[in-house]
């Protein structure tokens, strides 16, 4: 076992690394962020801030902005695309919570419950467009390339999802191929995204793509497993938001794939919506326990987390290579 995954099980980290070395960059994208978000229509605002100013960590912008300090560029062109970054996904959350009729996000009732889902979606629209403003305005035709296509990527991802919900028979290789376009496509662009303004070469370029890619994964795979292992107070959404909606996410696919004949019976049914009760939520969390469905969820997302601090072994040592390595553990290790 190597030192860094000894890390990654031995000790409590966070993203303040990351936070404090990029805050001054990210004082520049949170200025354009508020900029981009205005309108002459008041609700376009008030509803984009709703979700942007709920105190989410930003974690995919910071990435850019640390991926620049790791090529130690000093320009200014990645300030707008960690924003439209930023925008891709506040956009996305915006329909998913239409999509999945969620309650809860960031411990705050969904935009959809405040407004409705259609100024839900329709602003979240606003918020794509304004991405592809700011990209066309960083003047690289290789950025735009690279967020146009993770923003196809997402939507392909999530209608995939969509026509895999309540299908009890879903195997892991489409899970896996569900959240590489879902989560991880955007965490990759955010960090190739700084190689291309940087100019750097395509190794870097590719390194910082699959650091990004592995880390995605392993935050999906942890959120899936936080589902079956926390509460609506720790997680900042319904408990059993996943279990309710018939999502077949890792834990619930080795849950099965290991239960007695009875056991796969009652994941069929509560899959296939006959089963959605407190009470059956009880016992699927005992399920994923008992089966050591949710372990396995996150030895998973150790071996991705590994892989993505693997990608960054090139690059020289210094703050913003242990602020991307720490950022890692924390995404493996978290518990909101």
Same mark, same amino acid.
């Given at each position: 076992?190597?030192?860094?995954? *000894? ?25 354009? $962020? ?14 984009? !801030? ?22 130690? &560029?000093?320009?200014?062109?990645? &300030?707008?695309?960690? +924003? ?12 998913? @919570? ?13 935009? !959809?419950? $405040? ?44 209608? !995939? *999802? ?10 892991? /290789? ?15 662009? #955010? ?19 699959? &650091?990004?890619?592995?880390?995605? $994964? #392993?935050? *999906?795979?942890?959120? @899936? ?13 319904? #408990?059993?938001? @996943? ?34 009760? /407190?009470? /059956? ?13 949710? @372990?396995?969820? $996150? ?8 892989? #993505?601090?693997? +990608?960054? +072994? ?23």
């Amino acid at each position: 076992m190597s030192a860094t995954v *000894q890390r990654l099980s031995g000790h409590q980290p966070s993203l303040d690394p990351m936070i404090h070395l990029v805050a001054d960059d990210m004082n520049q994208v949170n200025a354009a $962020i508020v900029d981009r978000m205005q309108s002459q229509i008041p609700l376009i605002p008030e509803l984009a !801030n709703h979700l942007i100013g709920s105190g989410g960590k930003r974690m995919r912008p910071m990435l850019t902005l640390a991926s620049a300090r790791l090529l130690q &560029y000093d320009g200014e062109r990645h &300030y707008g695309l960690a +924003a439209a970054v930023e925008f891709i996904h506040t956009a996305t959350l915006l329909h998913d @919570d239409v999509v999945d009729g969620s309650d809860l996000r960031r411990g705050k009732r969904t935009a !959809n419950i $405040i407004w409705g889902n259609p100024a839900s979606v329709l602003v979240g629209d606003f918020l794509f467009s304004r991405s592809f403003e700011l990209m066309v305005e960083s003047g690289s035709l290789s950025a735009l390339k690279i967020l146009s296509n993770a923003s196809a990527v997402i939507a392909e991802g999530e209608v !995939n *999802q969509l026509t895999a919900a309540r299908r009890v028979d879903l195997g892991e /290789d489409r899970y896996l191929e569900i959240i590489n376009a879902k989560t991880a496509a955007l965490f990759a662009a #955010a960090c190739r995204i700084a190689a291309v303004v940087a100019d750097r070469p395509e190794g870097e370029e590719a390194a910082l793509d699959a &650091y990004g890619r592995n880390l995605g $994964i #392993a935050f *999906q795979l942890v959120d @899936d497993a936080i589902d079956y292992t926390s509460d609506a107070g720790t997680m900042g959404k319904d #408990a059993g938001d @996943d279990f309710r909606e018939g999502k077949m996410t890792l834990p619930v696919i080795l849950a099965y794939a290991r239960g007695s004949e009875e056991e796969r019976q009652f994941w069929k049914d509560a899959v296939e919506g006959r089963r959605d009760s /407190d009470a /059956d939520f009880a016992r699927a969390i005992e399920l994923v326990r008992s089966t050591h469905a949710a @372990d396995d969820t $996150i030895a998973r997302a150790r071996h991705y987390g590994q892989r #993505a601090i693997d +990608a960054v +072994a090139p690059f020289a040592d210094g703050p913003a290579k242990d602020a991307m390595i720490e950022a890692v553990e924390f995404a493996v290790a978290r518990v909101y």
